[in-house]
């Protein structure tokens, strides 16, 4: 018969990987929900997330169709991504000749950096915050 030693604080190590695994996995979700609710606002109120009054559209339906195809992931590491699919984003943030721009995204146009102003503002320092205390208790949960 053979006999392992350490199996027991090997599981307990394991358990803990896994327990800290899930916690991040529940933290970006919430911070993916509440980063898409701010894009969603956005929309609803015809501002950007930075509290610039949008111009009036000719066809409001254009931005429920750019709405749809926003998609916040996940990263691995814990880096969030802002991905539209919609053909027409890039016009509808930064405008174009005769158009101009209706930033929804909480980023400051043209330099697509974190806004530090208004919603996005709060949002971001808010995140940094969030995942701050994140990291410390998860660092009370090390092996």
Same mark, same amino acid.
């Given at each position: 018969?053979?006999?392992?030693?350490?199996?027991?604080?090997?599981?307990?190590?394991?358990?803990?990987?896994?327990?800290?695994?899930?916690?991040?996995?529940?933290?970006?979700?919430?911070?993916?929900?509440?980063?898409?609710?701010?894009?969603?606002?956005a929309f609803a109120e015809?501002?950007?997330?930075?509290?610039?009054?949008?111009?009036?559209?000719r066809d409001p339906s254009?931005?429920?169709?750019?709405?749809?195809?926003?998609?916040?992931?996940?990263?691995?590491?814990?880096?969030?991504t802002i991905q539209v699919?919609?053909? /027409? #984003? *890039?016009?509808?943030?930064? =405008?174009?000749?005769?158009?101009?721009?209706?930033?929804?995204?909480?980023? @400051?146009?043209? $330099?697509?950096?974190?806004?530090?102003?208004? /919603? #996005? *503002?709060?949002?971001?320092? =808010?995140?940094?915050?969030?995942?701050?205390?994140?990291?410390?208790?998860? @660092?009370?949960? $090390?092996?």
């Amino acid at each position: 018969m053979v006999r392992i030693s350490g199996a027991a604080e090997m599981r307990a190590r394991l358990q803990k990987t896994a327990d800290r695994a899930r916690r991040l996995e529940a933290f970006l979700q919430r911070e993916t929900a509440s980063l898409r609710a701010l894009c969603a606002q956005a929309f609803a109120e015809r501002r950007s997330p930075m509290g610039d009054a949008w111009p009036p559209t000719r066809d409001p339906s254009s931005a429920a169709s750019i709405l749809a195809t926003v998609a916040i992931v996940a990263r691995p590491g814990g880096a969030l991504t802002i991905q539209v699919t919609h053909p /027409a #984003a *890039g016009y509808f943030v930064h =405008g174009r000749q005769g158009q101009p721009g209706r930033n929804f995204l909480p980023l @400051e146009v043209p $330099s697509m950096q974190p806004a530090e102003r208004g /919603a #996005a *503002g709060e949002w971001w320092s =808010g995140h940094r915050a969030r995942a701050k205390a994140f990291i410390e208790s998860a @660092e009370e949960l $090390s092996p």
